[in-house]
């Protein structure tokens, strides 16, 4: 099973970048979580591994350079793709250099493009997890998360969703 997580402050991106990777890519067990909010994908990704995250640069809450450095600081297995439609090169400078991207995309995607991005960037996650010794315990470990988060759902409904606000905070 693969998981990526997918963040862009516009929903009609996330839609078509999630239909370009399901239809083009045809992975088995593909799950892809979209988040609209950094804040909230930064929760989900201390919740559970993915193998790829593509995010957007230009968002309000948070750039995608800082997502992504974030991001590598708490999940340094998951491959990070930068998605943009800037064309300057300091966004995409900082983007390698600071976030350590595996790939740099500008907006619009060609789709071949993009899928023989994923396609890469599943093999580096492959081997980055070979070489920690990690591959076998990324699958248990993630085996044993959702089946604890299907029994905890079942048990108490909607208790793993967190309602956030504008500004980062939990509404009850």
Known sequence: MRRFLLLDD?????????????????????????????????????????DLAISDYRMPQMDGVTFLQALKEVAPHTVRIMLSASTEFQTAMSAINEAQVFRFIPK???VNDLGHCVHDALALRDRLLADAGLANHASQVLG??????????????GILKVNWGPDGSIIL
């Open 10 to 50: 516009e929903v009609k991106v996330l839609n078509a970048l999630r239909r370009s990777l399901r239809v083009h890519l045809q992975i088995e067990g593909l799950l892809i979580e979209t988040f609209e909010h950094p804040r909230a994908a930064l929760q989900r990704i201390c919740e559970c591994d993915f």
């Open 144 to 157: 044993a998360q959702e089946l604890e988060a299907q029994r905890l759902e079942e048990e108490e409904p």
């Open 108 to 110: 619009p995607w060609s």
